[in-house]
C-alpha cells in the first residue's frame, strides 16, 4: 500500500477514474496491526484497485469529512466520490474484507 502523505496528493489520488481503495489507520492501533497482517495477499487478488493508506491522526479534517469513525476502514473512491465504506467493526477478518471488496468491484 502506497502512504498518502498530503491532501493535495489524497484529493488527486480519489480523483481517479480507476476505483482506489484507501485505508485508513493509526499507529496505535491494534486492529490496524492485524489488518496489516493477512491485507498483502487481499491486494494481489483485488489488484483492479489501486491501494493507498493515510494516517487518520495526520489528516481528522479529511477523516471527519469522509465519517470514518472507527479504524481500520477502508474507502473506495472513484471520480472524487466515495463509492463504499468498509467501517472497522467489519473489517475484523480477511473474508470480511473481501466480501466487501467483491460487492464493490
Known amino acids: 500500500m502506497k502512504e498518502i502523505t498530503s491532501i493535495e496528493q489524497f484529493n488527486e489520488i480519489i480523483g481517479s477514474e480507476q476505483p482506489?481503495?484507501?485505508k485508513f489507520y493509526a499507529g496505535w492501533c491494534p486492529d490496524c496491526t492485524r489488518m496489516n497482517m493477512?491485507?498483502?495477499?487481499?491486494?494481489?487478488?483485488?489488484?483492479?484497485?489501486?491501494?493507498?493508506?493515510?494516517?487518520?491522526?495526520?489528516f481528522p479534517e479529511l477523516?471527519?469529512?469522509?465519517?470514518?469513525?472507527g479504524i481500520p476502514s477502508l474507502l473506495i473512491y472513484k471520480n472524487g466520490?466515495?463509492?463504499a465504506h468498509l467501517h472497522s467493526a467489519n473489517a475484523?477478518?480477511?473474508?470480511?474484507?473481501?466480501?466487501y471488496l467483491s460487492a464493490n468491484v
Open 38 to 58: 493477512f491485507i498483502d495477499p487481499i491486494i494481489e487478488e483485488y489488484s483492479q484497485f489501486e491501494w493507498y493508506e493515510i494516517n487518520r491522526d495526520e
Open 63 to 69: 477523516a471527519e469529512k469522509y465519517q470514518v469513525m
Open 81 to 83: 466520490e466515495k463509492q
Open 20 to 22: 482506489v481503495v484507501v
Open 92 to 99: 475484523k477478518t480477511p473474508e470480511d474484507v473481501k466480501e
